[in-house]
C-alpha cells in the first residue's frame, strides 16, 4: 500500500509528481483553493467532462431509439431509457448532440495536447503497471489518491477516448457510406461500420457503468469535478483501500 | 473548418452551379441566429417549443454541411449480381398490399417548374431514350440496407433533354401514394442519379414503384420515390413527406 506521506500538490507550485492532472491545463482556474484545499480539476477538464457528459447521453439514448428501428440483434432497447419518442426525433437528437460532442473533443484534444494534460495525467502507463494496479484494485489494496490517476485509471480514461474517436468514426461512415466510403471500407463497408458503431458504443457504455459505480465507492471524487478543488489528504480520511 | 465550409457550403459541384441567395453571409447569419434561437422565443407564432425549434435549425444547418460534403463526381460502390438482395424488402408507408397499381395505359409523366419543354412522356418514349443500369445499396434510414439492380435514364440527360433549368436548387416529385419528395439539383445530376424504369432487368414491379422510381445510390432510400406521377423544378423548397415529419431533408450517403 503506498504511503499516505507521499508528496502532494502545494497550493499554486507544482507538485514533484509529474502525473499531477491540474498543472496541464491552466485556463484561469477559480478553484482556488483555501486552507486546507488542495486543486485537482482544472476549469477546462471540468468544462469539457460536464459538456461532453451532456453529449455522450444525448447520443448514447437517441442512437438506442434509432437502433431500435432496425435492431442488429435479437433485442431492442426499452422504449424508456431512448430518446427522441420516434426514429425522426431521435435523428434530430443524434445529429444535433454529434456537433457538441465533436467540437468539445476537438477543442479538449487540442489544448490537452499543447499544454502537456495528457502527457502529465495519463503517461507513462504501461500494461505490466495496468496489471499490477488492476490485481491491487481487485484484492481492495489500491488507494484512490486525489489528484493523480493509478494504471487502472490511465488505461480506462484512455481507452474511453479511443472509444469516443473510433466511435465517431464508424458514426461518420454510417452517416456518409457513399462520400466517406474510404472510411467505410476500412471498417468493412456500411454494415460493418454499423457493428464497430454499435461495439464503440457499447464499450462507452461499459465505461460509463464503472465510472458511475466507483463514483458511487468513492463520492469525495463528484466534488471535485464540479468546483475544481479537494480537501487536502490530511483530512482525507477512510479512503484507502477502496479501488479506484 | 468552419469558414472553409462556409465557403464551400454555397457552391454545389458540377458546371458553376451557384446557389442563389446562399451567400456566406447569409451563411453565417444563420449560424449565428442558431444561437441566438434561445433568445427569440415567444417569435414564433408556431407552438412548437425552444428544443423543437433548436432541433430543426441543426436538421437545417446539416442540410448545408450535407451540400458542402457532397461530391457531384463520386460515384456510390457498387456490388456484382451475385450481391443483390433476394428478396430485396418492401419499405414504404403502408405494406405492400396498399401500394398503388399505376396503369402503364394512359400514363404520362408530368413535368413541370423550371422546364423549358413541359410536354409529359409516357413510358414508350422514355424507354427510346439512352439506358443505364447499376447495381448499388439502399440504405434506409431505419439503419438496414440492401442491394438491388436498377435500370433506366440518367436523370441528368433528361433534365438536359427537357430544357430542366439546372442551375435552379430543387427537383421535386409527387407520387401515386401521395408520398412526395425532393432532392438538390447537385444530386439530380450525379451520373448515378437515374429515372428508374426496371428492376432486376424487369419492367419495374408494382411493389418497386411501377411506372418509375429515382433511383439515388448517395442518399437514403427514403428520397428514392416510387410511383412518380409528376416532376417539377423549382428554387422554392419542396419538402417531402418524411422530410416535413422531421427526417433530415438532404439526406445524403
Redesign the interface.
Known amino acids: 500500500m503506498r504511503s499516505r506521506a507521499e508528496p502532494q500538490t502545494v497550493r499554486g507550485v507544482p507538485s514533484t509528481n509529474p502525473v499531477h492532472m491540474n498543472s496541464a491545463l491552466t485556463i484561469s482556474d477559480p478553484a482556488t483553493p483555501g486552507k486546507g484545499r488542495m486543486p485537482v480539476h482544472s476549469l477546462a477538464v471540468r468544462i469539457f467532462h460536464w459538456l461532453n457528459a451532456v453529449a455522450i447521453v444525448t447520443m448514447i439514448m437517441s442512437g438506442w431509439r ?2 431500435n ?2 435492431p ?1 440483434f435479437a433485442f431492442r432497447f426499452p422504449r424508456e431509457v431512448t430518446l427522441g419518442g ?4 431521435a ?3 443524434h ?2 448532440a454529434m ?1 457538441l460532442l465533436a467540437v468539445n473533443l476537438a477543442v479538449y484534444l487540442i489544448i490537452g495536447l499543447a499544454r502537456g494534460h495528457f502527457r502529465r495525467a495519463f503517461f507513462p502507463v504501461s500494461p505490466g503497471s495496468i496489471l499490477r494496479d488492476a490485481g491491487k484494485a481487485l484484492r481492495g489494496r489500491l488507494p484512490h489518491e486525489t489528484g493523480r490517476y493509478n494504471a487502472v485509471q490511465k488505461a480506462a480514461y484512455l481507452g474511453v477516448l479511443a472509444a469516443i474517436v473510433v466511435t465517431i468514426l464508424s458514426g461518420l461512415a454510417v452517416w ?4 466517406l ?1 474510404e472510411l467505410a471500407a476500412l471498417m468493412g ?3 460493418g461500420a ?1 457493428l464497430v458503431h454499435f461495439a464503440g458504443m457499447t464499450a462507452i457504455s461499459a465505461f460509463i457503468v464503472v465510472h458511475l459505480a466507483l463514483v458511487l465507492l468513492v463520492p469525495s471524487t463528484l466534488l471535485p469535478m464540479i468546483l475544481g478543488w479537494a480537501r487536502k489528504p490530511a483530512e482525507q480520511t477512510g479512503v484507502e483501500g477502496h479501488v479506484p | 473548418m468552419s469558414l472553409k465550409l462556409s465557403e464551400r457550403g454555397i457552391i454545389l459541384p458540377g458546371k458553376s452551379l451557384k446557389l442563389p441567395g446562399l451567400g456566406r453571409r447569409s451563411f453565417l447569419k444563420q449560424s449565428l441566429t442558431l444561437g441566438a434561437l434561445s433568445l427569440l422565443t415567444g417569435c414564433d407564432a408556431s407552438d412548437e417549443s425552444a428544443v423543437d425549434r ?3 435549425a ?2 437545417r444547418w ?1 442540410d448545408k454541411v450535407q451540400a458542402a ?3 457531384g463526381d ?1 460515384p ?2 457498387t456490388y456484382a449480381e451475385s450481391d443483390i438482395t433476394d428478396p430485396f424488402p418492401f419499405n414504404a408507408y403502408y405494406s405492400e398490399s396498399r401500394a398503388p397499381a399505376v396503369a402503364e395505359e394512359g400514363f404520362a409523366l408530368e413535368l413541370g417548374g423550371l422546364i423549358a419543354n413541359k410536354e409529359s412522356w409516357t413510358l414508350e418514349r422514355l424507354r427510346a431514350l439512352p439506358q443505364t443500369s447499376q447495381i448499388t ?1 439502399h ?7 440492401a442491394i438491388g439492380k436498377w435500370g433506366g435514364v440518367p436523370f441528368g440527360d433528361f433534365l438536359r433533354q427537357v430544357g430542366a433549368d439546372t442551375t435552379a436548387r430543387y427537383v421535386g416529385f409527387k407520387c401515386a401514394d401521395d408520398y412526395y419528395s425532393s432532392v438538390d439539383m447537385a444530386t439530380a445530376l450525379h451520373p448515378q442519379t437515374i429515372l428508374a424504369l426496371t428492376f432486376r432487368d424487369q419492367a419495374l414491379p408494382r411493389k418497386y414503384g411501377f411506372p418509375m422510381k429515382l433511383r439515388v ?2 442518399k437514403l432510400g427514403f428520397k428514392n420515390p416510387k410511383h412518380i406521377m409528376a416532376m417539377y423544378v423549382t428554387n422554392d423548397y419542396p419538402g417531402g413527406y ?1 422530410e416535413d ?4 431533408w438532404f439526406s ?2
Open positions: 434509432i437502433y428501428a432496425s442488429l420516434w426514429l425522426g426525433g435523428l434530430q437528437w445529429f444535433a456537433w456518409k457510406p457513399v462520400q466510403q463497408g456500411y454494415e454499423r | 433548436m432541433l430543426w441543426m436538421s446539416n460534403i457532397f461530391d463520386k456510390a460502390p445499396r440504405i434506409c434510414v431505419e439503419g438496414w440496407s445510390p448517395t418524411w415529419q422531421g427526417y433530415n445524403g450517403s
